[in-house]
């Protein structure tokens, strides 16, 4: 279903699910542990604040359809397999970056929720999406915490 941090009521029920992370936490498909997909989630909220360079990847096809998809929180198939690769900007797993314990990056990830819900100005680019508004940056946050913590059974 389609939400955006930005309606009232949403970010409470998405904390909630965050909540109920802890570190034992088990996908059900890719490689993050609980820990990891958190900073991984709070690393792309920080794409909306322009503060990780990113390329320009979009084509055609991901600027139009695949946007629309992702924004409208439409499930991508093959994703219960892992199919779907992330940038390499915000890998956690392949940069090796280090992550702390659960409950920080709970914290870190609500930290960069709240940012987003209280800056006027969010960037106008995405690296695959192209143009991008500040209800774009709402919709996309939240299909994106809702496929990983849905991939964790949250």
Known sequence: MKHSIFEPGIKPLLFERVDKLNADTKGMWGKLTATQMLRHLSEANRMAFDEIP????STLLTRTLIKWMFLNNIKPPGREKGNIQTFPEVDVVGLGTAVEDIESEKQRYKATVDRLIDSTELSKFHTA?????????????YAHADYHLTQFGM
């Open 129 to 141: 999406f192209g143009k991008m508004s500040r209800d774009d940056w709402g919709y996309l946050a």
């Open 54 to 57: 990113m390329p320009d990847r």
